[in-house]
């Protein structure tokens, strides 16, 4: 980086080239979430009751299944995406932030992993 | 950098005057933070608790929403989770609908004073109309 020029001190410090890919991302899983949350909640409206049985019997199917999966991934990633930008625009400390980063990655794989295997578990008639 | 503590920072929330774009943005966040933050966490313990058996999801129940003869803590979260649920199916509502209200922006369109309010207010009167009608499809 330059020392003297107004221009050499502003050269190379410009766009991080990652930040139009995250902005993608956040409207893909955003219009995936549109679709699947979506129809979730209108299952639930339409859902004769919340018994244990009367849910399960609904769940197993394999096409709630299928959507139920999609759902974790897609809304398990578009809140990583937006609990992120939470994370740098509140978190200031380089470290903290990256352990915000870090601990978030974590959860969300975590979170997602967890309720992948308990949609499978159902769907495979273990539960 | 040099003398980059002392660069001027951009004007922050304290001085503008409250707007109906404003605040739809404000709740954007919260919404989804509070899906993110709560709503989540919810959807897996449900996720859990139907691949644990008929017993485990009883315990979810008489914890977020039917409570239990002579549990003084359940009634307690019985009531906050009724009050959690309604809230995420608001917080869902809003963050759908300022999601699609920030596509139309996105494209370079309602950016107009009048129309950009109007649109604003359509968001946060909606999601209220929305929530309303949830329930009543699950209730009665």
Known sequence: ?127 | MAGAKNRPLSPHLTIWKPGPAMVVSILHRISGDGLALLGLPLLLWWLGALASGPEAYATLLSWVWVGEPGSTAKAITSVLGKIALVGLSWAFFEHLLSGLRHFVLDIGAGYELRINAIWAWIVMLGSIVLTAAFWAAVLL
């Open chain 1, 1 to 127: 980086m330059g020392e003297g020029t107004s221009i050499g001190k502003v050269r190379g410090t410009g766009s991080a080239h990652s930040g139009s890919h995250h902005w993608l991302l956040q409207r893909f899983t955003a219009i995936a979430n549109l679709g699947l949350v979506g129809w979730l909640v209108v299952t639930f409206a339409l859902l004769p009751s919340f018994s244990f049985v009367s849910v399960h019997e609904w769940i197993v199917r394999p096409l709630p299944g299928i959507a139920i999966a999609l759902l974790i991934v897609s809304t398990f990633w578009h809140a990583k995406l937006g609990l992120q930008v939470l994370i740098e625009d509140y978190v200031h400390e380089a470290a903290n932030k990256f352990a915000c980063i870090a601990a978030l990655n974590l959860a969300i794989f975590g979170g997602a992993g967890f309720g992948l295997f308990c949609i499978i578990r159902l769907a495979l008639g273990g539960a």
